[in-house]
């Protein structure tokens, strides 16, 4: 019986998706329960868009084996093939508490909850929108968001193992440090030259302590007009969003920082992008001569960063600010 269902196995994979179907539907004239055959089958109706006759399968498949989360995550896909986003976000979620570190799931989750474009087409969209001149990116990693930058913008990236295997423009330069030790220098003050920051973005160490730091050390060198934006800022479920990483999908716990500015700096403004996959913050209204947050440093990292998702995960939107999109040049702006 498993050498029938490698068969089919293999024919699927070849694209010969009538044989393949064709030796699940002999497997289960013989064993009518395999899981197995009406998964495939499931899926194959699947590929082929007949939503109808995949979820038909898939629930079968999973009224045999309620605990499958592989079968869970292709109904899951089903459904969302079928506009049953809330459908498909619970089978998903009940999928991650059976296994944690279901990347194909939290990827899938994500793109549910977070329904506006992907954040580098939204990074793109505001560097073409402000035009900044000088540029700061804390956490530069391939350089997937420094290609988004003009190559009239002077741009700094700041990261202690840069990867980038692309030429920079000469406007364009990386400094390989951690953020904490390039802003204990004077690295940023040399760089600016006695002018001050129109845009930076903060991607490196995905918690909240970090992210802190970073960007209060922003702030001081911005002017009045400038934006900082923030990865990582919309949590999909408790494991993902923890601080210390014990799952392939990760956003880390830097969204404690909406929480943080929301409360200890009130005169920002502070909104949450639903950017797959992990949310992009936008803050305006910079005031580069606040200390509040310094000020308040032990007092904000003892009052919320002892917070965990389930403290959120019931009214997650207000809490962190997320808005609505809108396509366009302005699409970063409340629907």
């Not at 490698?6 to 179907?21: K, R, W």
């Not at 918690?207 to 400038?226: G, V």
């Not at 990865?231 to 956003?251: E, I, K, N, Y």
């Amino acid at each position: 019986m498993q050498a029938s269902f490698q068969d089919a196995v293999s024919q699927y994979q070849n694209n010969n998706l009538e044989l393949a179907s064709d030796s699940c539907r002999k497997m289960l004239t013989i064993q009518p329960k395999s899981t197995e055959a009406l998964h495939l089958l499931g899926q194959i109706a699947l590929d082929k868009n007949m939503t109808t006759e995949s979820e038909r399968y898939l629930k079968k498949a999973l009224r045999l084996a309620p605990d499958g989360c592989d079968v869970s995550f292709t109904l899951a896909e089903c459904l969302v093939a079928q506009d049953q986003h809330e459908k498909a976000r619970k089978i998903l979620l009940k999928a991650l508490r059976a296994r944690p570190d279901f990347f194909q799931a939290h990827t899938l989750l994500s793109q549910i909850e977070l329904r506006g474009p992907h954040y580098h087409e939204v990074l793109a969209e505001i560097h073409l929108a402000l035009n900044p001149s000088r540029y700061l990116e804390i956490g530069v990693s391939q350089g997937d968001s420094l290609r988004r930058v003009h190559p009239d913008t002077q741009a700094l990236g700041i990261d202690p193992e840069p990867r980038v295997s692309f030429a920079l423009p000469p406007t364009h330069r990386i400094v390989t440090a951690t953020s904490d030790d390039f802003f204990s220098g004077s690295g940023l003050t040399e760089w600016l030259n006695n002018e001050t920051l129109d845009l930076a973005f903060i991607d490196g160490m995905h918690q909240f302590e970090f992210a802190l730091r970073d960007f209060i050390n922003i702030e001081k060198h911005a002017n009045s007009s400038a934006w900082i934006l923030i990865h990582d800022c919309v949590p999909l479920d408790g494991p993902s969003s923890q601080a210390h990483r014990c799952t392939t999908f990760w956003s880390g716990d830097v969204w404690k920082l909406m929480i943080a500015l929301k409360k200890y700096r009130p005169d920002l403004d502070v909104v949450s992008l639903p950017c797959p996959p992990t949310g992009l913050a936008v803050i305006r209204n910079l005031d580069p001569n606040s200390h509040a947050l310094t000020d308040a440093y032990d007092q904000i990292i003892a009052d919320v960063g002892s917070m965990t998702y389930e403290d959120i995960c019931s009214n997650k939107t207000a809490r962190l600010g997320i808005i609505g999109m809108a396509r366009g040049r302005s699409m970063w702006t409340p629907a």
